[in-house]
């Protein structure tokens, strides 16, 4: 099956810097890829959907400034939590647009633990 | 509004039972559901995908089953093993113009030796 990669899978920053967490499909082209965020016992909130090429198109109360997507070529994707603080620390993980047959589905990365101190 | 509800919230089963998970919804249009599994700390993993023609597929020992004119979808888990202890989300697609992805709060199962 398609594989995503995130990486880090873990990083602890200072609070006030920034982040780059990068999402691969690494055996297929990704037109559009997704962000997500989790919180403990919760369910997957999405955040950004990515489009290679252009603007990334934000969720309802997401911060476009503060939450930079970058959806350069068709196997990369990245976001930059800027200015980052404690209420940041969470749980990001990416997916990956693809097909299987005709049906369309999300591969997911393994995610990224963001620590705020 | 389009709403996908998975009961029960959570579960605690001992190894080698069966359990069944369900996932009700109102999505509409539909494209399809899917169900996966998602270990702490990890992203989740897809375990079948059905499109509105089909009532069931199977997984080894994970069986969807999805009745499009209730708008129910279940995970039949036979014979659990400890590996199987993780969240389950059942994922709706919804084909408005653009794809939307609509998810359920999940079922936490735990499975004791």
């Known amino acids: 099956g398609a594989v995503v990669s995130q990486h880090p899978s873990r990083v602890i920053c200072k609070s006030g810097t920034s982040v780059k967490i990068e999402c691969r499909s690494l055996d297929f082209q990704a037109t559009t890829m997704f962000w997500y965020r989790q919180f403990p016992k919760q369910s997957l909130m999405l955040m950004a959907t990515s489009n290679e090429g252009s603007k990334a198109t934000y969720e309802q109360g997401v911060e476009k400034d503060k939450f930079l997507i970058n959806h350069a070529s068709l196997t990369l994707s990245t976001l930059t939590v800027t200015s980052a603080h404690p209420e940041d620390s969470s749980f990001y993980i990416c997916?990956?647009?693809?097909?299987?047959?005709?049906?369309?589905?999300?591969?997911f990365g393994p995610g990224t633990r963001l620590t705020v101190l | 509004k389009n709403q996908v509800e998975q009961s029960p919230q959570s579960l605690i089963i001992l190894e080698g039972k069966n359990c069944t998970l369900q996932c009700n919804y109102t999505v509409s249009p539909f494209s399809n559901l899917r169900w996966y599994k998602q270990d702490t700390g990890r992203g989740p993993v897809s375990l079948t995908i059905m499109t509105f023609s089909e009532n069931t597929k199977s997984n080894g020992r994970y069986t969807a089953t999805l009745d499009a004119d209730t708008k129910q979808s279940s995970l039949h888990i036979t014979a659990s093993q400890l590996s199987d202890s993780a969240s389950y989300i059942c994922v709706v697609s919804s084909t408005s113009g653009t794809y939307k992805y609509i998810f359920g709060t999940g079922t936490r199962l735990k499975v004791l030796a």
């Open positions: 997916s990956a647009r693809g097909w299987e047959g005709s049906t369309d589905t999300q591969y």
